[in-house]
């Protein structure tokens, strides 16, 4: 039985709950303002961050496949999906994608044919981590996606006697202006008891 025990500190590390998907976090301070959170979900949130590699030896007379010395990690896609049960015209703009709020009638949503950079906005997921998950010094996982797009489009899916969802599906994006930054980070905190 001594292979079949579960690691002593096992609840100190698991992720909790269904997490939520906001415009800004605060890694530093744990710190989430109530109107950062773009909408209320259900069913929880899934990310993947999916690395594309090069076997740069696949052709090479006599090398083995997936020799290590001449693998290539050509680029990362990074997504996160869900669903959302709440929209205001601000999600939907969002969820649109390339879209504007009308300026003088700010119930109007209006899709667009051209990407503008302003569509690009950076999003964190964030989820309760550890035993310790209180108001003040409660742990934390958050994953940042920079330059996030909705790359799933607008969708709405109503039934009786239910809640409408909006299913979404965010893509995070490089940028020309940081070639070589990796658009997502992963930040895990654990946290300490209450005062």
């Not at 909790?16 to 301070?29: C, E, S, V, Y």
């Not at 696949?58 to 290590?68: L, R």
């Not at 969708?155 to 940028?175: C, E, M, V």
Request: hydrophobic share 35%; charged share 20%.
């Amino acid at each position: 039985m001594k292979y079949t025990k579960i690691p002593s500190n096992t609840f100190q590390k698991l992720q909790l709950n269904a997490a939520i998907i906001a415009k800004a976090f605060t890694p530093a301070t744990g710190t989430l303002e109530a109107d950062d959170q773009i909408g209320a979900t259900t069913g929880g949130i899934s990310f993947n961050a999916a690395p594309t590699y090069s076997d740069f030896g696949e052709d090479i007379d006599n090398c083995p496949k997936n020799m290590k010395e001449l693998k290539k990690l050509d680029s990362w896609e990074v997504t996160a999906s869900g669903t959302f049960v709440t929209v205001d015209t601000a999600t939907a703009k969002s969820l649109i994608g390339a879209a504007d709020i009308g300026s003088s009638d700010t119930t109007k949503v209006t899709p667009r044919n051209d990407v503008l950079a302003a569509d690009f906005s950076d999003i964190w997921i964030v989820g309760d981590y550890s035993d310790k998950n209180g108001a003040t010094n409660g742990g934390y996982i958050a994953i940042h996606l920079m330059n996030a797009l909705s790359t799933g489009g607008f969708q709405l899916q109503t039934s009786d006697k239910a809640k409408g969802q909006f299913a979404f599906t965010y893509t995070a994006h490089y940028s020309m202006d940081a070639q070589d930054t990796v658009p997502f980070e992963v930040y895990i905190k654990a946290g300490t008891a209450e005062a």
